[in-house]
């Protein structure tokens, strides 16, 4: 298990990581100027898209499903949202060409195979947020898929505005905790373990996530929650992303190693 | 839960009885061996003819308790105790005319022994302690009034009594106790397994399923491919019945309306919902997975919580203006919340609430279990009802 010490020394090298391939999360109606500040010497691959044609404040987004019809509604469906561009899409995750051009990818969990894609999400989420579309509820599921570094997950049968919204949120770094993720959350908790089952995941909260994420699966947005407890909207997603922190922390070696490791990640500086 | 042979208390009987058995062969074994060794006892009638008497009334029970091997029914024990108090105030007339020493007072020493068979036979400990206080008595009064005892040494001669049965009890209940836990447990296991293989059943069905049927029925439920919303709103629904299916909410779908476990209820509702063109996020994974192995609502909590956020969401459908409500449910260790939330227009609280008769109706419904609801709205903030019941409980160990 993680201790703390090499949980600190992970998040440095991802930052050192982040900080030397700029792949810090870009937030969604954020001004040209930021992305292309002066400061930085090299053009980044993010600056090189935009350059490229693409404008600067739509949120490029991958599609991976391997049934056509899905892929095709699901382009569909983003396409139709201001902001957001399908700019790839395949039937695997190689198709989608290099990840490091996307802003989020959206990828199906199972992928004509019997196992799902645990390992393409841990190689993607190294540099891209990865949003799970899935027709699988199942909690083992969704616990894995997040477990292994997606930033959301959504079942097939979401409203279009939910997976939108959790577009938007990954994109911007962030941890898209809908209501049925955060219930299926729920039942991994320590207390509601069947005793003596290790199978279950040991998630341990702080009575105030509990109580947030209690909130969400309820279907209580931030705002709600943040006068229901009487805090500021701010503290909740705080409360949100060290959920996902706790939910991710066996984890966070792995994508470090994936981070490092991916092929074709050490670009000249000369760029 | 299902009907599992209870294995642990099974066994846990049957090594009672024979311990029983025993112990009532040994009583009547004792005075016979005194009749035998005590040449006194072997000349006299009246003591062959009272030991003949013990060993009769051991009979019946010894032999109920072999053919039928459970215990013998309290009323014969009973009867046999009351049977005792003549016989103990008989034998000390027979001790009397033949010896001068209280071991040879045979009565005495059987109705010891048999004690220990009360001690096993009686559940209640006050039931059991006042039948053994009755021999008791009836010594101590013929041992003072008949042996010439005193108070202080025929205290001491009966107090063996209450011992005898009460650590009899003691050992025996706690046997029994331990062996409905491992029964629960044991079932509980039985259960889970039973559940697992249906589960992985289910898994690979499922796969199946959503690989290929419910993507594409999702997708099509959605975004404007089918133009028409009425035939939109059916592939929804189907949809949502397909993934509860797969998800094992319930056996299929509800026809006849008795579907017993709430997970499935809820699931009914939410697909009946979807149909009437509301969309409905169903959250019960948390409550799924506490059910696997807390105790199951009844059936009434079950139709009393599915029929109010039934009437709950069709309240959101006539008044709220919005298409979407989220259905969750969540058991912790006091209570089991249903709640119904939307982001519609919402009502000023203050005021009348829209479609009041509906939750006067709620309200009533859930108050029939024992439970109680809130509302909470504000105009343009959507509202949020709140179903409370107490968990249920597990049936708990008896004795």
């Known amino acids: 298990m993680a201790s703390p010490d090499v949980i600190r020394m992970v998040d440095n090298l991802l930052k050192i990581r982040n900080t030397l391939y700029d792949e810090e999360p870009f937030i969604p109606g954020g001004t040209d100027a930021r992305h292309l500040s002066p400061s930085r010497a090299v053009p980044t691959l993010a600056d090189q898209r935009r350059c490229a044609g693409v404008h600067a404040a739509m949120i490029a987004v991958g599609v991976v499903d391997d049934h056509p019809v899905v892929r095709h509604g699901l382009s569909h469906l983003l396409e139709q949202w201001p902001g957001v561009t399908v700019v790839a899409s395949g039937a695997t995750v190689s198709e989608l060409g290099s990840a490091d051009s996307l802003d989020v990818v959206v990828l199906d969990l199972y992928l004509g195979t019997d196992d799902p894609a645990l390992e393409s999400i841990t190689l993607l989420a190294a540099s891209t947020p990865v949003l799970v579309v899935s027709a699988s509820a199942r909690p083992a599921d969704v616990l894995g898929a997040i477990r292994a570094g997606a930033s959301g997950y959504l079942t097939k049968d979401c409203q279009p505005e939910l997976l939108a919204a959790g577009v938007l949120t990954a994109a911007s770094g962030g941890f898209a905790l ?90 000249p500086a000369t760029g | 839960m299902r009907a599992v042979r209870a294995v642990g ?13 025993l112990i009532r062969v040994v009583a009547v074994l004792q005075p016979v061996m005194t009749a035998i060794t005590s040449a006194h006892h072997r000349s006299s009638a009246a003591a062959a003819g009272l030991i003949a008497v013990l060993a009769v009334q051991s009979a019946p029970l010894v032999t109920v308790a072999l053919i039928r091997r459970q215990m013998p029914p309290t009323w014969l024990t009973g009867l046999e105790v009351a049977a005792l108090t003549g016989e103990l105030a008989a ?272 309200r009533g419904r859930i108050a029939a279990v024992g439970g109680e609801m809130s509302i909470e709205s504000q105009p343009g903030m959507g509202t949020y009802v709140e179903l409370r019941v107490p968990a249920p409980a597990h049936v708990s160990a008896p004795g």
Request: aromatic fraction near 6%; include cysteine.
């Open chain 2, 9 to 21: 208390a099974d066994h846990c009987e049957v090594i009672i009885v024979r311990a029983y058995v």
């Open chain 2, 91 to 362: 034998g000390t007339h027979i001790y009397l005319s033949v010896y001068g020493q209280t071991w040879t007072y045979f009565v005495y020493q059987y109705s010891l022994i048999m004690i220990v068979g009360v001690g096993l036979s009686f559940r209640r400990l006050p039931v059991m302690f006042a039948v053994s206080a009755v021999p008791a008595a009836v010594y101590a009064a013929v041992s003072i009034t008949q042996l010439g005892e005193t108070p202080w040494n025929a205290a001491l001669d009966a107090a063996p009594y209450l011992l005898h049965s009460g650590v009899a009890w003691m050992i025996t209940n706690a046997f029994r106790r331990s062996s409905h836990e491992v029964d629960l447990a044991h079932r509980i296991l039985t259960d889970r397994e039973v559940e697992l293989a249906a589960e992985r059943e289910r898994a690979r069905h499922a796969r199946m399923l959503h690989d290929r049927v419910l993507q594409t029925l999702e997708v099509l439920g959605q975004g404007e491919s089918v133009a028409d919303p009425a035939l939109r709103g059916h592939v929804r629904a189907e949809a949502t019945r397909l993934r509860s299916f797969v998800r094992g909410d319930s056996d299929g779908t509800v026809t006849d309306g008795t579907v017993t476990n709430l997970p499935g209820a809820l699931a009914a509702v939410a697909q009946e919902m979807t149909r009437s063109g509301l969309a409905v996020q169903l959250n019960t994974a948390q409550l799924a997975n506490a059910l696997r192995w807390r105790a199951k609502p009844s059936a009434e909590t079950t139709q009393a919580l599915a029929g109010a956020a039934r009437e709950a969401l069709v309240n959101v459908l006539k008044h709220a203006g919005t298409r979407s409500a989220v259905l969750h449910a969540e058991l912790d260790k006091t209570t089991l919340t249903v709640s119904v939330l939307d982001h519609g227009c919402g009502f000023d609280g203050r005021l009348r609430e829209p479609g009041f008769g509906l939750t006067t109706s709620i």
């Open chain 1, 178 to 267: 809908t209501s049925e993720l955060a219930d299926i959350v729920q039942s991994a908790r320590p207390r509601d373990a069947v005793p003596g089952d290790d199978t279950t995941a040991r998630v341990h909260l702080s009575p105030r996530e509990e109580q947030t994420l209690s909130y969400i699966a309820r279907g209580f947005t931030h705002e709600q929650i943040a006068t229901r407890l009487g805090i500021r909207k701010s503290t909740v997603n705080t409360y949100v992303e060290r959920i996902r922190d706790k939910l991710q922390v066996g984890n966070k070696a792995d994508l470090t190693r994936a981070a490092l490791t991916r092929p074709g990640t050490f670009r």
